[in-house]
């Protein structure tokens, strides 16, 4: 069921964090993976780690925020493994860089952090699902929100907070519109990911006491912690599942 031999992914923001670790997880599934970056020496060596435990991975230098690049992500992906299935969006972030009271939150770093998280879905995803309509065999789309789509939190986040909504409220109106066309919409939606981005603020020891006294399991995640639900979205196992945000939390959620 889990199996995904045969299927074709892209994955813009590939060579990030948690992208690169996904493209791992999928290709040792059986996809074939498409890696998309701005910087080509990051998607690059995403790939090569996969290309050395045997998947198969191109990588692709693009900016999923300009409309003709995201198309050209999704032509060179077809070019190469001649067709696409799924999706898995994983730009985005920012928030730690750019915390501000929300009534001083300037337009700037408001339009930057939309940018970053939404328009860089919303572009990539638009391609493929076209492609996706004109193979005509269905599809899956996986966004990767945040618990921060759902919960406030008493540190700068505005924008970050009002661009993981959108991302959840997409993947709704989405499942809603494509299921027509067999192709079904998720997110996950993680609590803090032990990775580069969220590092410093982590680091203080302050903060990362009160995110941990809020999480009953005790932890952060781990980019790992994230590949099982995104395993699920993408294959057969959830054929029945669509628009659902599954958060990835250690029990953050529950308790609020
Ligand atoms: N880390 C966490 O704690 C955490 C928690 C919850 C949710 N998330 C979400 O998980 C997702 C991935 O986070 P991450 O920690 O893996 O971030 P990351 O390591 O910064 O990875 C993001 C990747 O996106 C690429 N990217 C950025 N803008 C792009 C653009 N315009 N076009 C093409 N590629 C672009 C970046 O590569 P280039 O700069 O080379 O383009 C980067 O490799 C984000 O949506 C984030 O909000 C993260």
Request: charged content about 20%; some cysteine; aromatic content about 6%.
């Amino acid at each position: 069921m889990f199996d995904l031999t045969g299927r074709v992914a892209i994955i813009p923001g590939g060579g990030g964090a948690i992208g690169s670790a996904l493209a791992q997880g999928l290709a040792d599934a059986g996809a074939a993976i498409a890696l998309v970056g701005r910087s080509k020496e990051r998607v690059d060596q995403a790939v090569a780690k996969v290309a050395a435990s045997g998947g198969r991975a191109v990588a692709i230098s693009a900016d999923a925020t300009d409309p003709e690049e995201a198309q050209r992500a999704i032509n060179e992906t077809v070019g190469e493994f001649g067709r696409v299935d799924i999706i898995v969006n994983a730009i985005g972030g920012g928030a730690g860089n750019v915390l501000h009271d929300a009534q001083e939150y300037p337009g700037d770093d408001w339009d930057w952090i939309m940018e970053l998280n939404v328009r860089s879905t919303l572009l990539p995803t638009q391609a493929a699902v076209r492609q996706m309509v004109e193979q005509g065999d269905g599809g899956r789309v996986i966004n990767i929100s945040s618990v921060r789509g759902q919960l406030g939190i008493n540190a700068g986040y505005s924008a970050y907070v009002a661009a993981k909504g959108a991302i959840d409220s997409l993947t709704r109106q989405w499942a809603t519109e494509w299921a027509k066309h067999g192709i079904t919409v998720n997110a996950i939606s993680p609590t803090f990911v032990d990775t580069p981005q969220v590092a410093s603020l982590l680091g203080d020891p302050e903060f990362k006491a009160r995110i941990l006294s809020r999480i009953p399991l005790g932890r952060v995640g781990t980019t790992d912690d994230l590949l099982g639900a995104v395993l699920l979205f993408c294959s057969e196992a959830s054929s029945f599942i669509t628009g659902q945000i599954l958060t990835i939390d250690g029990g953050l959620t529950a308790t609020q």
